[in-house]
């Protein structure tokens, strides 16, 4: 019975999403594509961090690579938008596949140090790389409706929140937890932590990059110091603790709570965003562990998986 | 030639100091990734830029900002770390990033993003100074001596004091040192707070030779975390050949294949010998 109610929920929230760029004004669409990229760029995150355990400080390493390989498609070569988008994504899909046996011999934190350090190597290049005039920036010359992106960004939303589900529906959804709760008995279990690290990680990759292109398809305009802004670091981050670390639900909630934030609020004080997010972000860490999810679970009455926040000295950690 | 490895060893003296820092609240605080150290770092340039434009020599303005430094890493580890100090490091990590990112963007909303330098408040730091026939710039000379004199005071502070021998016995084992009558949350705090000392004092050293944005606290994070890697973490002589290696590729690197490569080159060192080699050339457990 509940299961079919919340199908048919789904549905009506669905076909309300999809009728929006028909029936309500521009700013709409506009609010909502960012709505969707945060929600799914955190989705992603939360993937990593909260179910494998692999803090990735790198995202805009992969979102700026992307919309740069993207740019290069279309500006240079005349390719079609969707095959350049398509091709932005295979190459940083290529990309995390040859960094990522070298990432992945570190563990823990290093593991969070070396993805920043990859996106900062990534940045650097294309800081001084002549072909994309370097610091000067290059626009993509590309004629795309702002509601065709909206549906691509909602098509992106909706597949990372199906990839994430059914990624902890199977197997592999098990062998990501146990290698987060501790890797050594997971391989002592016969996990491959390394096979399954590098699937989460590569899917991570192609959808971070897909979520780069079509941003930056929305924006047209791509410079190093934008396309690499550390923002894409800290948005996914905010999203995830806000709305709850280790849930489906929380990044939803924390992606359209900092798009709101973003529109409604913070672009008034411009300089002010980053510094709220942060307070934000320690607040929530502090106050309310499990962030958003955790207080409607605890008002509504339903049970969370559980998460390591507050746990003490787990078996993986130092002495 | 042997002027370029002398730049480079001065520059590296700089980057151990950086890496000191990391490496004591890594070994010190239970393994936390300490990522806002480029932050506390660019904070302290932003420090002594308020007692230099008030007439203070930026060198001498150290002194004052050491303690600033001090009560604020203490305030940081104390007052928000050491409620989950217990936990799981990765939540440290969140943490600290939003710390680092509040500090970051503190400095923007009361200082501007503008470009600043400490050098134009002390113009004697950029004459060069003549030894046999080479010639180095006095402002080098200067951060390699600072640089060694601070490494000397924490190798005997960590040897020689209580609280010292404390931060060296709760990295150990904090139940232990709880034992023998160590509060190990109050360690963490002063291991913070040496942390955050040194980080500042790279920090200014850093503002005194180059010029500085909020966003370079980026730079200067990855620096610490690449000496501490090259090097091996919570190891003192680690630190200093770490250093030394980046300072020498820095330069090296900038003088053969030209400015804009230096970074991405000192990138790429970081991860090859992440991936050969994650426990650093002279790593060891502390």
Known sequence: MVGKLRIVFLIAVLALLIAIPQVFPPVWTSFLFFAFIYTSLAQIWNLQAGFTGIINLGTHGFIGFAAYMMAIAITFWGLPVWVSLLFGGAVTTLLALVVSPLIFKMRGLYLGMGTLVLALAIYSWFVQWEYTYAGRGLYISANVLPVSLYYMALVIMIVSILIVWLILKSRIGLMLKAVRDNERAAEDCGVNIFRVKLFCYTISAFITAIIGGTFYLFGSYLRPTIAFAFTWVLLPIAATVIGGLGTIGGPVIGGFLTAALNQYVLARFPGLSQLVYGVLIIMIILLVPGGLMAVISKLLKFALPSINLNQKSKANSRR | MINLILMGICLGGIYAVMGLGFSLIFAGIRGTMNIAHGALAILACYFCLLFAERGFDPLLSILFVIPIMFILGYAIQGGLVNRLVYGDPNVFVLLLIGVSVVIENLIIVIWTANPK??????????????????????????????????????????????????IRATSESYVYAQLLGVNPKKTYAYTYGLGAIAAGIAGILMGLTFTFVPSTSLDWLTIAFGVVVLGGLGSLRGVIAGGLIMGLTVVLSAYYLGVQYQLFLCYVVILIVLALRPEGIFGYRV
């Not at chain 2, 046999?132 to 006095?138: Q, Y």
């Open chain 2, 117 to 166: 330098t400490l050098t134009m408040f002390a113009p004697y730091t950029i004459q060069g100074i003549k030894i046999g026939d080479i010639t180095l710039p006095l402002n080098y000379i200067i951060n390699f001596f600072i640089s060694v004199a601070t490494i000397v005071v924490y190798y005997l502070f960590l040897k020689k004091t209580y609280w010292g021998i404390a």
